[in-house]
């Protein structure tokens, strides 16, 4: 593919007077406010990814606290330090705290914080959605941990099997408030999608085609459209179903009314597979760059990374029944979900053999977000090949529901998602505060982690084919499971300790000055271009890109795209693929009626709970918030078609 | 015995095989892509600096793309042969042989319902939370759920199977050596899903037949003064509103049967040994062995227990 730039003059140069009248006019415009207002309203995507971040981050200490409590219970046999009542609130919580409200949301998050910055735009498609979106987290947040407090958490399981969470054998409110904490956040997720979607496709730089778009973004477009097909399935099955079979009797899992107990089963997993790669795929695209910057090498495999994502994605739909080997499926059914249980690991494999490759062919800088990836291969290919062999169904028939399985998802979603994202906090940590984070207590915070959760999940393995099941709250003395049990609860207690270690390490960083400058690892993306922290505008000129590693490639100064209003909001929109300017359009200001639509989608589904008045109520409610947010947008006159682009270097 | 290392029957001894096939397979695998970092990080194939952001060689190229290559065509044979693997092992597992032993099983919350199915009705045995099995002779069990999901799990003698309300299941396997195997809920089912186990003891056919007769006939009424005030506390202290004792008229069926109960090795589903001090325990206050569970508490005085625990010590 051509770059339609290439031939244009770049001989012309911004004068440094200029760029400064120019950078203190956008940061006016671009401005959201200071005080209290501002803080509510704001739809800066920095500010509320940053927030996100941080309150998922919270989340995972949370889940952490939830999980530490299990494992000092089952230290021993028959111990009495938590009863099952306790025991049932306190793995659903961590369950659903862990996959609803830590790893999809913190995944979606870097995503909404590093798209816009990657692709070069000044701000996603729809900043007050994304606003939106982060309020309705944080409904979820405080109506979950709200109700552990008053003892009515949810105490079912992550995957709230009926008919145990039907009517009949769960009556109070406990997963009426699982239900809803997951409405919220399939709400939450699905905003972000759509965000990432279109700003990944309509708002690149121009000269990024669709082949030069980084990889992280990749990752991020093929999870957003994945959370475009499985979220639905959820939202069915949490809010449509179960919530109405809760609230107004509709019997749809009731065998004794026509009902079907194994249908949520399959409407849920055709949500709760995808699931796992919409937190797998996010933390892979973060490995391309970390490998690339401390390898000082372009990736090995670009087209064959980016297609081992999307087919991922594809065959991430047709897996969820090897959640269901155990139920009375025909086998012959069985045995097409074993086929494409296994197929996905080829594109995993593709993956990790051109990041092998790419390491091979240079000489790797160990710092501690490389350290990371390395960490990710040596736990996570472990949980893969558990994987691999789970997709049987004769020996699933004794794995399944057991540690063994326990076992095999905490090494995929700690060595597969959490390992390579906090390889990430530490990549880009400098960009989010300015600020680099300490090698050396990294390196403490990265060994005790990866020997943490090799010697907390190791022995589950074990377990599990010595015929421990999961969720049991105790066990029985002869069954000789306590020595490995004891084990992995001392390994629990190094992964909290090294976790502290982390927090440390960011708060003794945010004690210092900001001095990472822009791109204190010599990177390539276009993230590195701007700040560290980046304006609240990002970018002062649309950059022009040439290539996919924008900031090696350009030996001179990155080009630019000049000629943009800076006394609006004026975002560049481009062509999906070959990324050519196209028209400009104005950004929306702060606004509080995401925070209000918010607040009703609180009321309307907490409120069901209690009334199904609450729902036209609620639904009342949000057309005022509807009116508001549609009468104080962008105006569509604002759209102008770009007259010819001039690229021009930018001496900064 | 409870594991699936140790398996007791050619179902669960196929099913170990495939796994430390498995197991070999996949920890080589592991194995070389862990060598392969580390030889990648070992190596000084290209100079470090931040000038250097040359590509490698192309003969070098060359042979990493030819590497890449070879590694993924290796990965697909191991996956296809694993899934022809996993096929041939699943084929030998559903093919059920004709003529087998059926039983009966029924999930509570939380205990087992066992019914040995016969022809004629008056012969059908009913029990609770343990089997006895011939070995060397298939055994059906057919499943089903009156409250929420269970799953039948004895990891020495095969996998397991779920007990869906509304669905019928099944699960068959030959159990080729004598002994006692323990099992357990595998889904979480509420409060006690942890002890809701059960037992399955597989003996010789001569042993099972005898054990069938004898389990077929009810218990001889006391014979003392002091079971015989015990039976009469079973029957008015509230016991017979849930359970049934062969032979009395307590024909309840809420709870577990208790017909041939000293003839069991466990109580409360697998939680307790069955001693007289047990079971004394588990009479007077069940919810705090095993709280939530649907049996109360019973406030008998100590002449009452007494006599309670000597009748039922005669059911054998």
Known sequence: MTNPHAALPADVTIAPDEIERES???STVWSDGSGLWAWLTTVDHKTVSKRLIVTAFLMFIAGGIEAALMRAQLSRPENTLIGPDRYSQLFTTH??????????????AMGLYFVPLMVGARSLAFPRLNAFGFWNYVVAVVFLYVSLFVNTAPDTGWFAYVPLSGPQYSPGHRVDVWAQVV?????????????????????????MSLNRIPIFVWAQLVVAFMIVFAMPAVATASTLMLATD??????????????DALLWQHVFWFFGHPEVYIIFLPALGMITPIIETFCRRKVFGYTPIVMA??????????LWVHHMFATPIPELGQSLFTAASILIAIPTGVQIFCWLATMWASRPKLTVPMLFVLGFIFTFVNGGITGVMLASVAFDKQAHDTF???AHLHYVLLGGGVMPLLGAFYFWFPKFTGRVLSERLGKWHFWLFVIGVNVTFFPMHILGLQGMPRRVYTYLAPTGWGPLNLVATIGAVTIATSVLLFLVNAVMAMRRA???????????GLEWAVASPPPNYNFLHAPVVESRH???????DLPVLTGFRSDRREVLVTTTFDARPDSRHEAPKGSIWPLYLALCMGVLFIGSIFSPWFVPGGIALSLLGLAGWGWTGSKPTSHERVATPAAVPEHA | MHSAFDPASPQARAIAHLWWWMFGVGASVWLIVVVAMFLALRGKRGERGPDDLSHASPELRTRLERTVKGALFVTVLILVGFLAFDFTVGRALAAAPTKMLTIELTGHQWWWEVQYADTNPSRRLVTANEMHVPVGRPVQFRFQSRDVIHSFWAPSLHGKRDLIPGYSSSLWFVADTPGVYRGQCAEFCGLQHAKMAFVIRAEPQADFDRWLEASAASPPPPSDSTAAYGQRVFMSAGCAVCHTIGGTQAQATVGPVLTHLKSRMTIAAGTLTNTRENLGRWVLNPQQIKPGTQMPPSPLSTVQLDALLAYLETLK
């Open chain 1, 550 to 556: 924008p900031l090696w490639d350009t030996t001179v």
């Open chain 1, 514 to 524: 900001p001095d990472a400058g822009p791109n204190p690892w010599g990177a390539s």
């Open chain 1, 183 to 207: 409405t919220f956040t399939e709400i939450s997720a699905l905003t972000a999608a759509v965000n990432i979607i279109v700003t990944t496709f309509k708002m690149r730089a121009p000269g």
């Open chain 1, 246 to 259: 809760r609230a107004v009797s509709m019997h749809w899992f009731n065998p004794a009314e026509g009902g």
């Open chain 1, 24 to 26: 203190r006019a956008l």
């Open chain 1, 95 to 108: 369950g659903t705290t862990m996959m609803f409200l830590f790893a999809v949301p913190i995944m979606t």
């Open chain 1, 309 to 318: 994502n999307i087919t991922t994605a594809f065959f991430a739909f047709g």
């Open chain 1, 404 to 406: 063994f399985v326990v």
